[in-house]
Structures are given as structure tokens and as C-alpha cells.
């Protein structure tokens, strides 16, 4: 059973990716279903460098489930005004 998420990280969150020598995508192997936030935390990835987060192609708050096999990418903000509405950024703001 897979038990690894493909996590990427996008803007200047690629840049954290790159100096950490992480792959991309980094495979990330998780034992159980957590959230956004968890993962965000277990990677040690600055929380307030990310916006959004996409899992599985759409935009979550950090309160969304991963369950392995999962494909997640977080955003850093500053993504230009019309993109967050067309990309759902609006509604799931990270908090």
C-alpha cells in the first residue's frame, strides 16, 4: 500500500525546496491520514511563506485531509489578483 504523498512547493517555497536538496516532487512518507497543516509542520515548511495549498489539483485550507497517495503543492502569497479567484484561493485562505 502507498504510504508516500508527492509534495511540492512553488514561488519562493521551490527555492526552500532547492536549498534543502529535496526532489521534485519531494516524496514524502506519511504512516497515517493528517492535514495540511501537519505535513506543512513536519517538513518544517515556514507557515507564514504559505498561502494555499493544492491537493490533488485543488485549492485547500490547511485544515484539509492527506491521505497517502495524495499530490500536494503549497503556494506562497503573492499570486496575482484574478488567478486566486480563478484558483479558489479566496475561499481557502490559509489561517
Known sequence: MEKRVEVR???DLWFLF????WSFPCLVEINEPCTVLDLARQLDIPLDKVEVAFVNGLAQGLDHPVVPGDRVSFVPPGTP???????GFIQKKAR
Open 18 to 21: 532547492e536549498q534543502r536538496g
Open 9 to 11: 512547493g512553488f514561488g
Open 81 to 87: 489578483g484574478p488567478y486566486r479567484v480563478f484558483l
